[in-house]
């Protein structure tokens, strides 16, 4: 377990920014470790598709606003089929290999994403991320972390990177029985970190996509066994609920910081 700088004010206080979602903000991401003792950040750098912005991401880039559009509107409609269907059509008419293209895309978001990281940063995975591309761009100040703990402040902290298996097909999901495994090997922590929510209605519901989105049950029977003082994740832009307890733990989902720009502060001490 390595240790992290915290406690450093006069009042031996400690403060944490979380940010989860990032999604290309790398402006806003220069500034969101200000005043804090250590960033934690859970996954998400990579922006494919902004939902709002037809015009920004990866797919936008390579196949134009117009074509970004329908894909939103088919995955929107959870017409999800159709959607693979126009996706697949588009990355055939390509000059270049499909895989190719994404990674020469995702490097350089990686570039401007892992250069805005503060020291310390204490990052996951979200389920857009390509860990594998992780190791060439984390400096030194940045401590990555998945089904593994770390002491900040005096308090532990767990984190889990990923998401589950979706018709969405996103690049960093794994299976319910791995996920359980990393969730298992984190074990009881003050501070339990994960990309996406405990599997509750009111923290799985976007309210502007209008659909649930994927939660983890066994993240849920863990905070409800191991009790954790605070479970925080993303992965939900508009939650139904932002905040919860469940049992004697705060569950927060940490905002969309895509969106919002500013992080979620926690301090103790």
Not at 51 to 76: C, K, M, Q, W
Not at 83 to 99: E, K, M, N, S
Request: proline share 6%.
């Amino acid at each position: 377990m390595a240790p992290a700088p915290g406690g450093n004010r006069a009042t031996s206080r400690t403060r944490v920014h979380v940010v989860s979602d990032v999604h290309g903000n790398a402006r806003d991401l220069a500034r969101a470790g200000e005043g804090a003792d250590a960033l934690v950040c859970l996954g998400d750098l990579v922006l494919f598709i902004d939902y709002a912005d037809h015009s920004r991401g990866i797919f936008p880039d390579l196949f134009g606003a117009e074509n970004t559009r329908r894909i939103v509107e088919l995955r929107t409609a959870r017409r999800f089929e159709e959607a693979h269907a126009l996706g697949a059509r588009l990355w055939g008419g390509l000059d270049t290999d499909r895989a190719a293209a994404i990674e020469k895309a995702v490097r350089r978001q990686y570039a401007e994403m892992f250069a805005a990281f503060p020291t310390p940063t204490y990052a996951t995975y979200g389920n857009v991320d390509m860990p594998t591309l992780w190791p060439e761009f984390a400096g030194p100040g940045t401590t990555v972390l998945d089904g593994q703990r770390v002491e900040i402040g005096g308090w532990v902290f767990g984190f889990v990177g990923g998401g589950l298996r979706t018709a969405m097909r996103t690049p960093y999901e794994i299976s319910d029985e791995e996920y359980a495994a990393k969730i298992e090997a984190v074990g009881e922590v003050d501070v339990l970190c994960t990309h996406i929510p405990p599997e509750v209605p009111e923290l799985v519901y976007d309210t502007v996509a209008r659909r649930f989105e994927r939660g983890s049950t066994a993240l849920l029977d863990a905070i409800r066994r191991t009790r954790p003082r605070y479970a925080l994740f993303g992965h939900v832009h508009q939650p139904l609920v932002r905040r919860m307890r469940v049992g004697r733990t705060e569950c927060v989902n940490v905002g969309h910081f895509a969106g919002r720009g500013e992080p979620w502060v926690l301090e103790w001490g």
